[in-house]
C-alpha cells in the first residue's frame, strides 16, 4: 500500500458500551468542583431560595438547548469539535480546535485544585491545619507569594500529588473511551453520590443546620428583579453542564446511531441540577452548624464560596464538629471525586481531537497530550505562584474563552453547513422528547445575545478595574495570555493536514462515502 494511501486510510472509533456508560460520563462531566463550592454561594448571594425560580428558567431555556445542540452536532457528524464543525464549514474547524485547546487550558490547572483535594483528604484525618486553617492554606500548604511575584520555587505539598493525579487520569484516558473514560464513571460516579449522601445525612444532624438551610432556602423574592441576579443563574447553568466548548459535543460523537438524545439530556441537565441542590443543602447545613457554635448568624459568616469554602471554611468546620476527620474525609473524598470525572471528560476533548486529527491510539495521544500538559500544570501551578495563576487563568478561560466558544459554536450552527433545522430533524429521528421548533430562535439567536451580554460585562469590569488587584502586566500574561495561546494553537492545528478520516464503526460503507459526499460539499460550500 502507497504512503499516501496509508495517510488516508479511516481509523476505526471507540464507542460507549450503551446508552448507561455515555450517561454516567456525560453527568460525571457536569458534577464537578462548581456544584460542591460555588452553587450554594451564588444561590444564597442571589436572592436565596429565590434563586431557584431563574435558575430553573435557565437550565430548560439554556442548559438543555444547549446541550440538545452539543449532542445533535457530535452524534450527527460522529467526531471530536475539530472533525464536527469542520464538517458544517469548512473554517468551522478553527471553532473546533479553539473549543478544544480551552479545554487543555481548563485541564492543566484544574488538577492542581484535585492535588489540593487528595492532600487535605490526608490532612482531615489529624486535622493537621491546626488553629488557624486561613493561614495554613496560603502559607504553610500553598506558600504563596504575593500577587506581583511570580516565583519557580516548587510547593512541594502540592506538586507531589499534582503529578500522581496526572499520572492516573493519562492512564485512563490512555485505555480508551469505554475501558478508561466509561469504567472510570462506573465506579467513581456512584461512589460520589453515596459518599456525599453520607456526608450530607451527617451534616443535617448538626446544631445549627436548620438555620443554615433556612438562610439557604429562605427566598428574598425582591432579587428577581435584579437582572444581574438572572445573568448569575444563566452563568451557573451554562458553566455547571459543561456547554458549549466541546465537552458533550465530544462524549455524543461516541454513542451508537440509535441512542435517545433528548431524554439522555434530560436526566442528565436535571441529575446535575438536583446534585446542586444537594450541595447546596449539605454545604449549608454545616455552615449553619459554624455559626451556632459560634454565636453568630449565618450571615456573618465569610467564605461561602470557591477555594475558601473547601479549604478554609470547612477545616474550621471539621475542627468544631465531633468526629470531625471521618467528616473531613468524606468532604475531601467527594471533592476530589467529583474533580475526577470533570477532568477526564476535558482529557478526552483534546485526546480525540488528537486521535480523529492524526489517527493516534488513545495511549499514544495520552502520551502527547500528558506531557506537555503535566509540565505546564507542574511549573505553573504546583509553585509558590500556583494560587495566583490559577485565579486569573480560571476566570478569564471561563468569562472569555468557554463564553466566546459557546458563541462562535451557536451562530456556526444557526447560520452555515446543514443549519439548526437539520440538526433539530436529525436529533428528533432518534429521540423519545421531540426538540420543538423554538429551540432554533433560541439557540440561534437568543442564547448567544445572552451570552454575549455576559462575556462583554465580564470584559468591561475587567477593562475598567483590573482582576483581583494583580498588576497589570500579571493579568495581561496569565489572563489575556492563556486566551491568546487557545487562539493562536487553534489556528496553527487548523493548518495542519488531516492525516485520517475518523470514521464511525457501527457506520456501512454506504454511509461513510455519503458522509464523504456531504463532507466534500460543505467544506467546498464553506469555502465559496
Not at 10 to 16: E, G, K, L, T, V
Not at 93 to 118: D, H, P, R, S
Not at 122 to 132: L, Q
Not at 454 to 460: G, L, Q
Request: hydrophobic fraction near 55%; proline fraction near 5%.
Amino acid at each position: 500500500m502507497s504512503s499516501s494511501a496509508s495517510k488516508s486510510a479511516p481509523r476505526a472509533r471507540d464507542s460507549w458500551s450503551g446508552q448507561t456508560g455515555f450517561l454516567l460520563a456525560a453527568i460525571g462531566s457536569a458534577i464537578g468542583l462548581g456544584n460542591i463550592w460555588r452553587f450554594p454561594g451564588v444561590s444564597y448571594s442571589n436572592g436565596g431560595g429565590a434563586f431557584l425560580v431563574p435558575y430553573l428558567v435557565a437550565l430548560i431555556f439554556v442548559g438543555i438547548p444547549m446541550l440538545w445542540l452539543d449532542y445533535a452536532v457530535g452524534h450527527k457528524f460522529r467526531g471530536s469539535p475539530p472533525w464536527a464543525l469542520r464538517k458544517i464549514l469548512g473554517g468551522g474547524e478553527f471553532v473546533g480546535w479553539f473549543q478544544t485547546f480551552v479545554c487543555f487550558v481548563i485541564m492543566v490547572y484544574y488538577g492542581a485544585v484535585l492535588a489540593w483535594g487528595v492532600q487535605y483528604t490526608i490532612y482531615s484525618v489529624n486535622e493537621a491545619w491546626g488553629a488557624d486553617p486561613t493561614t495554613f492554606f496560603t502559607d504553610s500548604f500553598l506558600q504563596v507569594v504575593p500577587g506581583d511575584t511570580f516565583s519557580w520555587a516548587p510547593a512541594w505539598s502540592v506538586m507531589i500529588p499534582l503529578a500522581l493525579v496526572w499520572v492516573l487520569v493519562l492512564f485512563v484516558i490512555g485505555r480508551g473511551l469505554s475501558k478508561g473514560v466509561e469504567a472510570a464513571n462506573k465506579i467513581f460516579l456512584p461512589l460520589l453520590v453515596i459518599l456525599f449522601l453520607a456526608l450530607v445525612v451527617r451534616a443535617l444532624f448538626l446544631p445549627g443546620a436548620v438555620e443554615g438551610l433556612n438562610a439557604f432556602f429562605t427566598p428574598n423574592w425582591s432579587a428577581l428583579a435584579d437582572p444581574n441576579v438572572w445573568l448569575a443563574a444563566f452563568a451557573q447553568i451554562f458553566y455547571s453542564l459543561s456547554v458549549g466548548f466541546g465537552i458533550m459535543l465530544t462524549y455524543a460523537s461516541y454513542l451508537k446511531p440509535k441512542s435517545n438524545l433528548t431524554g439522555t439530556a434530560l436526566v442528565a441537565g436535571f441529575a446535575n441540577s438536583s446534585f446542586e441542590i444537594l450541595a447546596g443543602i449539605g454545604v449549608f447545613s454545616a455552615i449553619g452548624f459554624m455559626a451556632h457554635q459560634g454565636g453568630v448568624s449565618v450571615s456573618e459568616v465569610e467564605g461561602l464560596t470557591g477555594p475558601i469554602l473547601s479549604f478554609v471554611t470547612f477545616p474550621k468546620i471539621i475542627s468544631m464538629m465531633p468526629g470531625g476527620p471521618l467528616f473531613g474525609v468524606l468532604f475531601f473524598s467527594s471533592l476530589v471525586l467529583a474533580g475526577v470525572t470533570s477532568l477526564l471528560s476535558l482529557l478526552q476533548v483534546v485526546s480525540g481531537g488528537l486521535q480523529d486529527k492524526f489517527g493516534w491510539s488513545p495511549a499514544r495521544s495520552a502520551l502527547v497530550l500528558g506531557v506537555p500538559a503535566t509540565a505546564i500544570s507542574l511549573v505553573l501551578f504546583g509553585t509558590r505562584s500556583g494560587l495566583n495563576n490559577l485565579d486569573i487563568v480560571d476566570n478569564f478561560i471561563n468569562s472569555v474563552g468557554v463564553v466566546s466558544s459557546a458563541i462562535m459554536f451557536a451562530v456556526l450552527c444557526a447560520v452555515a453547513g446543514p443549519r439548526l433545522g437539520v440538526l433539530r430533524a436529525h436529533i428528533n429521528s432518534v429521540s423519545s422528547v421531540k426538540v420543538p421548533k423554538l429551540w432554533e430562535p433560541l439557540v440561534g439567536i437568543v442564547i448567544p445575545v445572552v451570552l454575549f451580554v455576559m462575556m462583554a460585562m465580564s470584559i468591561v469590569q475587567i477593562l475598567k478595574d483590573g482582576y483581583g488587584g494583580y498588576p497589570s502586566s500579571y493579568v495581561l500574561i496569565f489572563g489575556w495570555g492563556s486566551v491568546a495561546v487557545a487562539v493562536i494553537a487553534s489556528l496553527i492545528f487548523t493548518l495542519i493536514p488531516w492525516k485520517h478520516r475518523p470514521v464511525d464503526t457501527h457506520a456501512t460503507v454506504a454511509q461513510i462515502l455519503a458522509d464523504d459526499a456531504d463532507d466534500t460539499a460543505s467544506i467546498e460550500g464553506g469555502a465559496k
